[in-house]
């Protein structure tokens, strides 16, 4: 099993900036892939971004890409999101999630290929 704790949300205004973070435990060698994805109020969970932790490999929303970085730290058990310039519509609770398998880098913005996920954090973006 492996335990996801997310970090780093709170209230901002649009144009900051924030960092999330990600750390796992327990079985963190089975870990193929990390993602984050977020669900605003009303709304279903949807894709952010992803990270193979072995070919470091990426992948983003096309809402995010361009402001949005995830790295990943395998010496930590980390994986990071950086968020820049913010605006209201990233308003949600950012959930990250591990996938144990290669379908999560055939299929990265799936949410059913991933295995487990942290109980997430809030990020509030004022206009």
Known sequence: QVQLVESGGGLVQAGDSLKLSCAASGRTFSIYTMGWFRQAPGKEREFVSAINLSGGYTNYADSVKGRFT????????????????????????????????????????????????????QVTVSS
């Open 70 to 121: 995830i790295s990943g730290d395998n010496a930590k058990n980390t994986v990071l999101l950086q968020m820049n310039s913010l605006k209201p519509e990233d308003t949600a609770v950012y959930y990250c999630a591990a996938g144990y398998t290669s379908r999560t880098y055939y299929y990265p913005t799936n949410i059913n290929t991933y295995d487990a996920w942290g109980r997430g954090t």
